[in-house]
């Protein structure tokens, strides 16, 4: 389909394990969001993409969360060292334009990767 | 991190009737946007506000911008099995980045 994809849509993990969460977007969409969704909770922004540049990246909980986006499409968020504590479902959203143009603004989300952390 | 508080935390009602939720928050934003989410899925926008004081409706779904900047109702009319979910408020700010910051959701369940 034409939607955001992500994957995997599930992974396990050890604790201590580093993990890549890859995210497609929508062909052609500027701006790229990762969001982390604990249990139960709304979703938290973690960082934002404008094509390749990363213009946000005060969400990430600590440096142990890297994400990158290098020809300004697909984007990977990686996590190392992962804690108990990551466990999450991981949300990658994109839209049209970055530039407030409300029109533009509509974030479309993928699916999400629910990572658990044993 | 930040989360808009929303209320109530879940709801059970009969088929046919009308559901309300709202949102508040302690900073402005200058767009307000519903979403809902349902298993395994990511949410998907409902409804979105531009301008405070604004109504705007999606079939059974009306929704409310107040004029504070601050908060916003939604109201689902005459509910249906297929309304099941998580509701969730988001405030945007499009002059810092268009994150959106999330309320903790809304757990509709309908009864037939």
């Known amino acids: 389909g034409a939607g955001v994809s992500q994957s995997p849509r599930y992974k396990v993990a050890k604790r201590g394990q580093d993990v890549a969460l890859r995210c497609d977007p929508i062909?052609?969409?500027?701006?790229l969001f990762w969001y982390q969704q604990a249990l139960g909770q709304g979703p938290e922004f973690l960082t934002y993409f404008q094509n390749e540049a990363q213009l946000d990246k005060s969400g990430l909980p600590s440096d142990r969360f890297f994400a990158e986006r290098p020809e300004g499409s697909v984007s990977t968020l990686k996590i190392q060292r992962t804690q108990q504590e990551d466990s999450a479902v991981y949300l990658c959203?994109?839209?049209?334009?970055?530039?407030?143009?409300?029109?533009?603004?509509?974030?479309?989300f993928g699916p999400g990767t629910r990572l658990t952390v044993l | 991190g930040q989360q808009l508080n929303q209320s109530p935390q879940s709801m059970f009602i009969q088929e046919g009737e009308d559901v309300s939720m709202n949102c508040t928050s302690s900073?402005?934003?200058?767009?307000w946007l519903w979403y809902k989410q349902d298993p395994g899925e990511g949410p998907v926008l409902l409804i979105a506000?531009?301008?405070?004081?604004e109504l705007t409706s999606n079939g059974r779904l009306t929704a409310q911008f107040g004029i504070t900047r601050k908060d916003s109702f939604l109201n689902i009319s005459a509910s249906i099995p297929s309304d099941v979910g998580i509701y969730f408020c988001a405030g945007q700010d499009n002059n810092a980045g268009n994150m959106l910051t999330f309320g903790g959701g809304t757990r509709l369940m309908v009864k037939p």
């Open positions: 900073s402005i934003f200058n767009t």
């Open positions: 062909s052609g969409h500027v701006s």
């Open positions: 959203a994109s839209s049209l334009s970055g530039e407030g143009r409300r029109l533009y603004n509509e974030q479309f």
């Open positions: 506000l531009y301008k405070a004081g």
